[in-house]
Structure formats: C-alpha cells, structure tokens
C-alpha cells in the first residue's frame, strides 16, 4: 500500500548507511519491509514476550496510487489477523477524505470483524479539525473507535504541516468518548500532546519511533520517555513501528529498553506496556 515515492523517501537514508541494497532497482525483494506477514509478527511478538498487537494499515492511496484498492488491502489485513485473533487487533487504515467510501469500509469491518480502532494520517492533505470532516469524528465516536494518528514528521509528497496535535482540541473537546491516540508522542510537537493532556482526558500518546535514537542517542530517548511520563503518566502506550525499526533495532532490544531503563515507576511502566490500551480497547 505504500506508493514507492514513499517507501522510497522513508528508507533512503538508513540504506544508504548500511549499503546493502540498491537504490537503482524497483523490484520490491530488493527492498526491506515492503511487505510484513503476520507470522513475522507472531514470532517477533513471542521473542519480546508480548501478548497482543494492535496493526496499523496506512491509506496513502489520495496520494499516490497503491498496487491494491483501499478495500482490498483492509480485507487482506483483517484476513491475516484472523488465524491470529486471541494475539492481533487490525485497525481500519483509511483516509478520512474519502468521504462516505471510508464510512462504508468502517462500517463493513466493524460489522464483520468487530474493528475496535482507526489508523489515521493527517499529511496526505487534511486537517482533523476542519468542518468537513466533523461527521466523520461524529460517526467514530458512535461505534466507538479508538483514533490513532500520525504526528511529526513527514517524507516525499506529503504534507507534516498538517500533523500538528493541537488540530485535534477541536475533535477532543467535541467527542468526549473519542480516545484519540498520538502517535510518537507528537514527535517534534510532543508539547502540544502535553498541552492538549491538561484539558483533555480523552488523549492518548504512544512511544514509537523513540526508539530512533537508541543506535546513536540512547540517553534522549530515556529523556523523552521521562518528559512524557512527567506529563501523561497514566495515559501512555507502548509502540514499536514494526517492522520498520526493526532495520535498526529489534522489537525485544526496545522493549527491554523500556523494562529496563530508569525513565519511571513500575506502575507507570506497566500501564503504558499494556494496561492502559487494553482498558481504551475493552480487550
């Protein structure tokens, strides 16, 4: 589902660095995590000790147009999941802007798969607080979806000016019961995350991508862990970014990071290492 404009843009720098594949070429066995298998997951998932995991499909198809419809690749996610279903939770990956195609899609997965969640991405051209997308937010809060959305950065054609948290007081304070998850802690806007928090008891942040500066930086990873902590003790949930990070750093090196590291109390810990999403999830 990734357009290769994408891909292409995301994984350039780590390939350079590593020199091990060929920018030249297209063929996609050349290139690392273009396709991720549930199986692969499972295992990873037993090597680190994890239970379950919540899958995050992306809808990048307004942008650029995929190998495979938006349908048939959210049918091929949850169909994967479901060998799976005591130890994976597919999300809808699709985008807002698709209008009733993506209510019909929501309704159609919630309906045969009981889909508890949402994959949003704000910079393929749309602000989560614009008036046109307000039944849209009306109509996750109803069937009560829990949000995830992208923050921070973003690559090739797409747009990071529209990933900013703060869009999302709006959306909060007009769907109460809408838990909105931010996705890397708001990444260079975590502030805003911070500052929605203080008012907002329906936001939600996770770690992944944190895990970024372990390689170089371990040190400001324990610091951003701790910043967040000190802001949103209880309402923080572990991330991983598989397979992606996995290039760099393992799910189990990044996990035993966060078990390990003096970045907060146990209680605090083990919320965010599953109590907390399981308690928004009803899981």
């Known amino acids: 589902m990734l357009p290769d404009s994408i891909l292409r843009t995301y994984l350039e720098p780590l390939l350079v660095l590593d020199g091990l594949f060929d920018l030249s070429e297209d063929k996609e066995d050349d290139w690392p995590v273009t396709e991720a298998f549930a199986e692969g997951l499972v295992e990873a998932m037993d090597g680190a000790g994890v239970d379950k995991a919540v899958i995050l499909p992306l809808d990048f198809g307004l942008v650029e147009e995929p190998e495979i419809g938006i349908e048939e690749y959210n049918q091929w996610v949850f169909e994967s999941c479901e060998e799976y279903r005591d130890r994976l939770i597919p999300f809808v990956g699709v985008d807002p ?9 929501i309704q159609r997965l919630v309906k045969d798969y009981d889909a508890k969640g949402i994959k949003i991405y704000p910079a393929t051209g749309f602000r989560p607080d614009e008036e046109r997308l307000r039944g849209f937010w009306k109509s996750l809060e109803d069937c009560g979806m829990v949000v995830l959305s992208h923050s921070g950065a973003s690559w090739g054609p797409l747009d ?18 809408l838990k909105i998850v931010i996705a890397h802690l708001g990444g260079k806007w975590r502030s805003e995350t911070y500052e929605l928090a203080k008012t907002c008891d329906n936001v939600y942040a996770d770690c992944s991508a944190v895990q970024g500066w372990l390689p170089s930086e371990p040190e400001v990873a324990v610091e951003r862990l701790k910043e967040a902590a000190s802001q949103m003790r209880d309402r923080l949930v572990f991330g991983s970014d598989w397979p992606l990070f996995d ?29 907390t999403l399981r308690k928004i999830l009803c899981v």
């Open 160 to 177: 990071e000016g529209y990933n900013h948290p703060i869009f999302y007081r709006d959306v909060l304070e007009r769907h109460p019961s």
């Open 247 to 275: 290039l760099s750093y393992s799910y189990l090196s990044w996990l035993n990071f966060i078990r390990e590291r003096n970045w907060a109390s146990e209680e605090v810990k083990e919320k965010m290492l599953g109590e």
């Open 97 to 105: 802007i698709r209008g009733e195609r993506a209510g019909q899609l």
